[in-house]
């Protein structure tokens, strides 16, 4: 969960901005009990889904698709994204966007820091502490629902 998985959460959160009503969760322990794979479900205030799965052991494809009753949206890497398409109802592409290219996908990171030092920021705009600590204590009621604990828990 808090290696790979916070991929997929963040992908589903930078989408859908509605309180979680519900999370049902599942993993795979290593004997450490640390989690090695989940699947996740979260059930948001609106009635919208988002279905995670992660895995430290297994080689995914990475894709995030966002599903509507227009059509859906394919981004093809959800860590480092290098294309996302757009198709309609009949699965038709309709847009195909380009993104920059980018080494890990890290460098939005690094620009969002370096800018917020640069201003005597505590905190990124992008992605603030508020935010971060959200984040935070959803994985901790993901791993709650996976009974996966750490030592002093």
């Keep these: 969960m808090l290696d790979v998985g916070i991929y997929t959460l963040n992908f589903a959160l930078s989408f859908l901005k509605d309180e979680i009503k519900n999370i049902i969760a ?11 794979s ?22 995914s494809d990475r894709k995030g698709v966002i599903n509507g009753t227009k059509g859906y949206i394919c981004v093809d890497n959800i860590n480092n994204p290098n294309s996302i398409k757009a198709y309609d109802k009949e699965r038709k592409l ?13 460098e ?13 920021k505590i905190e990124c705009d992008e992605m603030n502490h508020e935010e971060i600590l959200k984040m935070m204590n959803l994985m901790d009621r993901v791993r709650e629902k996976m009974g996966v604990k750490f030592i002093g828990e």
């Design 38 to 59: 989940n699947g996740i479900i979260l059930e948001f205030q609106k009635g919208a889904f988002a279905f995670l799965n992660s895995s430290v052991a297994a080689i």
């Design 108 to 120: 939005y990171e690094f620009e969002a820091c370096f800018k917020a030092l640069e201003l005597n």
């Design 26 to 36: 599942t993993c795979k322990k290593m004997p450490s009990g640390v989690d090695e």
């Design 94 to 106: 309709i847009k195909d966007c380009l993104v920059p290219s980018q080494i890990n996908g890290f």
